[in-house]
């Protein structure tokens, strides 16, 4: 589908100002009692309730993502796979001023999951990421937000999430 470029040109500057991306890095016990780490890119955009329309409209003119609604007065949308991620960031990149430096770690992020995750089977209880590539994911949540300096990402501190990769790969 053909989008008017003034529409993504503004699309880009109201990602500009209430957009977010960021690399998410959790931990989840599966049924075996094994830690498995899910390490996820997570682009949104948001808006308060009142204004929803706005991101349905972004959703029906991209014909990709979804408008969440968290706690009654927050609305959000996401694109919700890789792909989409990938065709959002790279629509918007050329008119991005903000977040263009994120933009571009954000793809670096997703080339690299996309590339671990080839061949892998989650199912046979295969990692789908090595130990390496998650520590260079730790690297690249850092470089999301360098004012942080790594101390807080996810909640956690970047050495916090060192440790947790340790421990995971250690089982």
């Not at 500009?16 to 599966?30: F, M, Q």
């Not at 309730?49 to 609604?69: C, F, N, P, S």
């Not at 796979?81 to 991005?96: G, K, T």
Request: hydrophobic share 40%.
């Amino acid at each position: 589908m053909k989008i008017d470029q003034t529409y993504v040109a503004w699309l880009a500057g109201f990602f500009d100002g209430e957009g977010s991306i960021a690399l998410v890095i959790s931990t989840r016990t599966g049924t075996s009692g094994r830690t498995n780490l899910n390490i996820y890119p997570c682009i949104t955009l948001t808006q308060h309730i009142r204004h929803r329309h706005v991101l349905d409209e972004v959703a029906t003119k991209l014909g990709y993502g979804k408008v969440y609604v968290r706690a009654k007065t927050v609305a959000h949308y996401q694109p919700t796979n890789r792909a989409d991620m990938r065709s959002f960031i790279e629509l918007l990149l050329p008119y991005l001023r903000v977040k263009q430096r994120q933009a571009v770690v954000i793809l670096q992020a997703i080339d690299k999951l996309e590339a671990a995750a080839v061949g892998i089977a989650k199912s046979r209880g295969e990692r789908a990421v090595d130990k390496t590539l998650a520590h260079e994911m730790v690297d690249i949540a850092v470089a999301l937000n360098p004012r942080t300096n790594g101390t807080r990402i996810n909640g956690r501190s970047d050495k916090e999430l060192r440790t947790i990769v340790n421990h995971v790969y250690e089982t």
